[in-house]
């Protein structure tokens, strides 16, 4: 749907003054969502009426079963793959991509203020943006335009330094740039209020049909499965002769898995899946939006944007931006639905809103642009805004790679992490 664009903007602006009345925190799940294509990107790896039955017939065992075939899942299965598994199989239960990834914005950050996500991303970035394709011949769809992040005050700039100190250690070129120099990178941005920015030039953007297809690729070259239209329905866990838990199989409307080991990277259905084996997974699933605007005349091959103060994103996006942001009121699904794939939910422009101003006062021409689209989807949040990643506390065998507060798509590099039991 197209938006009269400075009108939106403008009722925007004017509707921010209510909203800074509003209660701290919403919540509340709305059941209906949709199932239009309104993500910028060329394809998705929806199947337009497909069979609904398993792509392959199911083992009777495997080493080890991922659950889900997002980002999560499919990287997991890729580094699996990579360090020698051949007996894996990944279960999805519709088809690659259905739930969170299909639309995910894709933009992939190495610095952040953890050691560990820094090493991770950097894996990442040079999985995506090099080792798959040297591995398959195929492009992922890796987009490298920079990554700008924007201190408006003196305490941000001095996080953006200690970043890219931090960055130094694991080999990530960054450079803090002044108000002048930051003009000169990125013409249309305001830098009246700038103290400096921190300038990643490797930093880019994934796009996730390209590289799931990519890691499945990858993946079942090297001997590991891939079966979609196929739900878990249940876990089956035995008591050990040391009273210890252990993951026993995996139960499908299609049939048994025995298996010792499952990984959980079922976004934000993690949960559910965590109480198929006893398991508590700690997460919260929230919408999380962004908009996509019409063209703008020079953004042409400007880096991606992150204004941590205005808690908004600019993504570029061809010859647009994609504005997105993180709200101190979200939305949280409270019923996450096994029937929502490929699907997106109605934004709700009351929360939405308080980004346009941060946005707006960014990049000025975006008042004069048109919205051409809205993508709001489900994201799973952690309370320490970490990443659940590791074997669970109370069954053994059971492994969670959730929970990535939309910085997932961290490979899950378990050669480097875990040592699978
Ligand atoms: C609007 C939006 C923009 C975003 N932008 C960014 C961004 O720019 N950068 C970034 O890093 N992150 C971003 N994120 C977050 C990122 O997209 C997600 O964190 C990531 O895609 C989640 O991947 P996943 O594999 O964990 O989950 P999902 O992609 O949701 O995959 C889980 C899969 O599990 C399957 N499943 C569920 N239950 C079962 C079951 N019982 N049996 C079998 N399969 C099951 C589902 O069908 C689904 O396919 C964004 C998120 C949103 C909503």
Redesign the pocket.
Known sequence: MAFAGVAVWRLARSALSSLRRSPPCRRYSTPEHTTRKSVPYETTLKQEGGSSSPTKALPKTADVVV????????QTLYHLAKMGMTNVVL????R?????????????WQLRPSDVEVELLAHTRQVVSADLEQETGLHTGWIQNGGLFIASNKQRLDEYKRLMSLGKVYGIESYVLSPAETKDLYPLMNVDDLYGTLYVPKDG?MD?AGTCTTLARASTARGAMVIEN????GIQVRTDDMSIKRVKAVETPYGTIETPCVVN?????AE??GQMAGVNVPLVAMH???VVTERIEGIQNMPNVRDHDASV?L?LQGDALSV?GYEPNPIFWDEVS?KF?FSLFDLDWDVFMQHIEGAVNRVPALERTGIKST??????FTADHKPLMGEAPEVRGFFL??G???????ALAWDKMLYLS
């Open positions: 659950i889900g075939g997002g980002s999560l899942g499919c279960l999805e239960r519709d690659l991509t259905a739930g969170t990834t299909w639309h995910t914005a894709g933009l992939l953007t996730p196929c739900p878990v329905t990277c079922t976004g934000v259905w559910k899946l999380h939006a962004y994103y993504r997105g096994d794939a993508v709001c989807g489900p994201e799973s790679g959730c990535f507060n939309s910085c997932s798509l961290l």
